[in-house]
């Protein structure tokens, strides 16, 4: 009888508590966080991880995609000369790119910082417009301009006594028509990003450096960079992942050629995956990207936290 | 060590005139605060010595050289700024030793000269901290600290404990004095608190619109005012000002502050006031502790009346005392003993061998 009579009164109590530590664990803050962010994170699962897994399968198929082959595929992209020139021109592509956009990124920066803020607006508009367009039809214009029979460059530069050059159709030319035309489109992040970040550096920290005796490349060298260095280290990360995964301009402006010197990983893996219509051996090119990046990501990222902790 | 320059010097932004063609002669080794409400232009005047700020018109000499066109680097001073400034990827020594290292002095001097300077201001253990893992008091003297190894000619202080606590700012303002007192170096100090200015200051030079109102010691300034806005601006609180006129009244001269209450002149003051005319609106100035109980101050010169406080303010050693009178408000300084309660009359004596007559039009002390 006893037992019969404590039995329900546990069950209730048992289940009074379930309800409270639901209501509790709704009422907490990162409970409520993660609900609001599930949908995101539904999302990314589903576009991201998911295609990546999957990618990752398929890096393991033979060309059929009949058969699981391990990790051949692999094993066969090293021995084949045509990968290692695109590994190597992959990270000339990037590198090359991004110390450029930055380079430049940073000087137009400091010159919009420098303009009085009435006309600054104006400039930080028209100099955002390379960014603004979409990278294929921009890229086709640029197509356009590197023509060799009837390419603007060439047709000014022949009053220099100057060409014809052969803006796509050498190796060296073709990357450096590639390389440029990613610098144009790209610079305009690098000099948001920057003019933000310069923005946000107090003044009296260069009347102090001035009145310390700093000239303008002093001021620089202590004062500006230091104070920049997380939002260098980050954009540069932003944009090395997104210069590495190109496409768009390779594809458009050179299609990889002349004979794959301009190749990269995306567009060769394109090359491969669909147009020989080898998508295993497409997925294992494209899967090469990310130990390269993620190395890249650990050694630009190491000091960020540690250094937004002086500011 | 220099003394500094001003001659006519002049600041325009576009249309507005900032600072009004002002001359100032600081000598060596002085401690010179420039003081005055905000706008006034007492920090573009300190930015113009720092040549922070071009100068409009005018010249200004550090060391007997004009440095109109000399670069801030160029300038051999040393400034501490309101927010610090302090370089925030730097550690304490490397902020103090900042200058001296742009300039390539030889690592054992600058570091002698950081190590005194840390044991003056008493952050030695503080060297190789970021001013993140600083206090307000502890960044301060950091940065004051980079101004002293650099032994400039010049100190320039841009109100520099603005953004201190008031126990805090006590604190530095002493250590400041003695800073200056042990390294002599000329000193231009801006601040809009009148408190910093008498207690810091050699000279105190107050500012309003952009000129100079008046130049002299803080007790000068403080008895001796040359216009309205010097004795309402020094002081706390601030002169009472009551409308008044000149009146003889039984071949005494009077001093008349309402139909009721007019008080006759003590002899030095009247001689003084005497060729004033009759007719010329008048303000008779009057600091607080001039307004006093009854009771504990007499004698010549002192002159009673009653008066009905409507708020009284304990201060500890001192109550304030505040009552209507010919339409303003009038503060006193009343002896704590004395059983003041606001709606309760109050026996109190002006002391009139420290007013202060001024005109109501030119704002002008008499």
Same mark, same amino acid.
């Given at each position: 009888?006893?037992?019969?009579?404590?039995?329900?009164?546990?069950?209730?109590?048992?289940?009074?508590?379930?309800?409270?530590?639901?209501?509790?664990?709704?009422?907490?803050?990162?409970?409520?966080?993660?609900?609001?962010?599930?949908?995101?994170?539904?999302?990314?699962?589903?576009?991201?991880?998911?295609?990546?897994?999957?990618?990752?399968?398929?890096?393991?198929?033979?060309?059929?995609?009949?058969?699981?082959?391990?990790?051949?595929?692999?094993?066969?992209?090293?021995?084949?000369?045509?990968?290692?020139?695109?590994?190597?021109?992959?990270?000339?592509?990037?590198?090359?790119?991004?110390?450029?956009?930055?380079?430049?990124?940073?000087?137009?920066?400091?010159?919009?910082?420098?303009?009085?803020?009435?006309?600054?607006?104006?400039?930080?508009?028209?100099?955002?417009?390379?960014?603004?367009?979409?990278?294929?039809?921009?890229?086709?214009?640029?197509?356009?301009?590197?023509?060799?029979?009837?390419?603007?460059?060439?047709?000014?530069?022949?009053?220099?006594?100057?060409?014809?050059?052969?803006?796509?159709?050498?190796?060296?030319?073709?990357?450096?028509?590639?390389?440029?035309?990613?610098?144009?489109?790209?610079?305009?992040?690098?000099?948001?990003?920057?003019?933000?970040?310069?923005?946000?550096?107090?003044?009296?920290?260069?009347?102090?450096?001035?009145?310390?005796?700093?000239?303008?490349?002093?001021?620089?060298?202590?004062?500006?960079?230091?104070?920049?260095?997380?939002?260098?280290?980050?954009?540069?990360?932003?944009?090395?992942?997104?210069?590495?995964?190109?496409?768009?301009?390779?594809?458009?402006?050179?299609?990889?050629?002349?004979?794959?010197?301009?190749?990269?990983?995306?567009?060769?893996?394109?090359?491969?995956?669909?147009?020989?219509?080898?998508?295993?051996?497409?997925?294992?090119?494209?899967?090469?990207?990310?130990?390269?990046?993620?190395?890249?990501?650990?050694?630009?990222?190491?000091?960020?936290?540690?250094?937004?902790?002086?500011? | 060590?220099?003394?500094?320059?001003?001659?006519?010097?002049?600041?325009?932004?576009?249309?507005?005139?900032?600072?009004?063609?002002?001359?100032?002669?600081?000598?060596?080794?002085?401690?010179?605060?420039?003081?005055?409400?905000?706008?006034?232009?007492?920090?573009?005047?300190?930015?113009?010595?720092?040549?922070?700020?071009?100068? #409009?018109?005018?010249?200004?000499?550090?060391?007997?050289?004009?440095?109109?066109?000399?670069?801030?680097?160029?300038?051999?001073?040393?400034?501490?700024?309101?927010?610090?400034?302090?370089?925030?990827?730097?550690?304490?020594?490397?902020?103090?030793?900042?200058?001296?290292?742009?300039?390539?002095?030889?690592?054992?001097?600058?570091?002698?000269?950081?190590?005194?300077?840390?044991?003056?201001?008493?952050?030695?253990?503080?060297?190789?901290?970021?001013?993140?893992?600083? #206090?307000?008091?502890?960044?301060?003297?950091?940065?004051?600290?980079?101004?002293?190894?650099?032994?400039?000619?010049?100190?320039?202080?841009?109100?520099?404990?603005?953004?201190?606590?008031?126990?805090?700012?006590?604190?530095?303002?002493?250590?400041?004095?003695?800073?200056?007192?042990?390294?002599?170096?000329?000193?231009?100090?801006?601040?809009?608190?009148?408190?910093?200015?008498?207690?810091?200051?050699?000279?105190?030079?107050?500012?309003?619109?952009?000129?100079?109102?008046?130049?002299?010691?803080?007790?000068?300034?403080?008895?001796?005012?040359?216009?309205?806005?010097?004795?309402?601006?020094?002081?706390?609180?601030?002169?009472?000002?009551?409308?008044?006129?000149?009146?003889?009244?039984?071949?005494?001269?009077?001093?008349?502050?309402?139909?009721?209450?007019?008080?006759?002149?003590?002899?030095?003051?009247?001689?003084?006031?005497?060729?004033?005319?009759?007719?010329?609106?008048?303000?008779?100035?009057?600091?607080?502790?001039?307004?006093?109980?009854?009771?504990?101050?007499?004698?010549?010169?002192?002159?009673?009346?009653?008066?009905?406080?409507?708020?009284?303010?304990?201060?500890?050693?001192?109550?304030?005392?505040?009552?209507?009178?010919?339409?303003?408000?009038?503060?006193?300084?009343?002896?704590?003993?004395?059983?003041?309660?606001?709606?309760?009359?109050?026996?109190?004596?002006?002391?009139?061998?420290?007013?202060?007559?001024?005109?109501?039009?030119?704002?002008?002390?008499?």
């Amino acid at each position: 009888m006893v037992d019969v009579a404590i039995q329900p009164n546990r069950a209730t109590r048992t289940g009074t508590r379930r309800r409270t530590s639901l209501r509790n664990a709704l009422k907490r803050k990162s409970t409520a966080a993660f609900l609001m962010t599930l949908p995101l994170i539904i999302l990314v699962a589903v576009l991201v991880i998911y295609p990546a897994f999957y990618s990752l399968h398929l890096a393991m198929l033979n060309k059929s995609m009949q058969r699981y082959v391990g990790l051949s595929n692999f094993t066969f992209l090293f021995t084949r000369e045509t990968f290692w020139l695109v590994v190597k021109q992959s990270c000339i592509f990037a590198i090359t790119a991004v110390i450029f956009k930055a380079l430049i990124g940073f000087i137009v920066a400091h010159f919009v910082h420098n303009i009085p803020a009435k006309g600054q607006r104006k400039w930080r508009g028209m100099l955002l417009v390379p960014w603004v367009i979409p990278p294929a039809m921009s890229t086709l214009g640029w197509l356009w301009l590197f023509d060799p029979s009837y390419s603007a460059f060439n047709y000014t530069l022949s009053f220099f006594g100057i060409g014809p050059i052969p803006w796509t159709g050498d190796a060296n030319w073709a990357r450096f028509s590639v390389i440029l035309v990613n610098v144009w489109y790209g610079m305009p992040f690098f000099m948001i990003m920057y003019l933000a970040s310069l923005k946000s550096v107090p003044d009296q920290l260069y009347e102090a450096a001035a009145i310390d005796g700093a000239n303008w490349w002093q001021r620089i060298w202590y004062v500006t960079l230091p104070m920049m260095r997380n939002i260098i280290a980050i954009t540069t990360l932003f944009s090395l992942i997104v210069t590495f995964a190109n496409f768009d301009i390779v594809r458009i402006l050179t299609a990889g050629g002349p004979i794959d010197k301009t190749h990269i990983f995306a567009t060769w893996a394109f090359k491969l995956g669909i147009e020989s219509s080898d998508i295993p051996l497409g997925a294992s090119v494209s899967l090469f990207m990310v130990p390269i990046l993620a190395v890249a990501a650990i050694f630009i990222l190491r000091d960020v936290n540690k250094r937004g902790n002086e500011s | 060590m220099a003394d500094v320059t001003l001659r006519k010097v002049v600041k325009r932004y576009d249309d507005v005139e900032a600072v009004r063609g002002i001359d100032l002669d600081i000598p060596d080794h002085e401690f010179v605060v420039l003081v005055g409400p905000s706008g006034c232009g007492k920090s573009t005047t300190l930015r113009m010595i720092a040549g922070l700020e071009d100068i #409009s018109d005018g010249d200004i000499m550090i060391g007997g050289d004009i440095v109109n066109d000399v670069p801030p680097k160029d300038r051999d001073i040393a400034m501490v700024f309101q927010n610090y400034a302090l370089y925030p990827h730097m550690t304490v020594a490397e902020n103090m030793s900042f200058g001296l290292r742009l300039k390539h002095y030889p690592k054992a001097e600058i570091k002698q000269r950081v190590t005194e300077a840390a044991r003056m201001l008493d952050i030695t253990e503080l060297i190789d901290r970021k001013p993140k893992q600083l #206090s307000g008091g502890q960044r301060q003297r950091v940065a004051m600290g980079r101004a002293i190894v650099r032994n400039p000619k010049v100190f320039l202080f841009d109100e520099p404990l603005s953004n201190l606590d008031a126990k805090l700012r006590v604190q530095m303002r002493i250590e400041i004095k003695k800073v200056h007192q042990k390294v002599r170096t000329t000193t231009v100090y801006v601040t809009h608190d009148q408190v910093e200015a008498m207690t810091l200051a050699d000279r105190v030079v107050v500012m309003n619109h952009g000129r100079i109102e008046q130049v002299g010691p803080p007790s000068e300034l403080y008895h001796r005012p040359a216009t309205r806005f010097v004795a309402s601006f020094i002081g706390s609180p601030a002169m009472n000002f009551v409308p008044c006129r000149i009146e003889d009244i039984g071949g005494t001269l009077h001093v008349r502050v309402s139909d009721t209450l007019a008080f006759p002149l003590p002899a030095s003051r009247a001689a003084r006031y005497n060729s004033v005319s009759r007719d010329t609106k008048l303000l008779l100035g009057l600091r607080p502790e001039h307004v006093a109980d009854a009771r504990s101050n007499s004698g010549p010169g002192f002159e009673t009346f009653e008066a009905t406080p409507d708020v009284i303010e304990p201060m500890g050693m001192e109550t304030f005392v505040y009552f209507p009178l010919a339409g303003g408000q009038i503060c006193g300084r009343v002896n704590p003993a004395v059983d003041a309660r606001a709606g309760a009359p109050l026996r109190l004596a002006v002391d009139l061998n420290h007013m202060h007559l001024l005109n109501e039009e030119t704002g002008t002390v008499i």
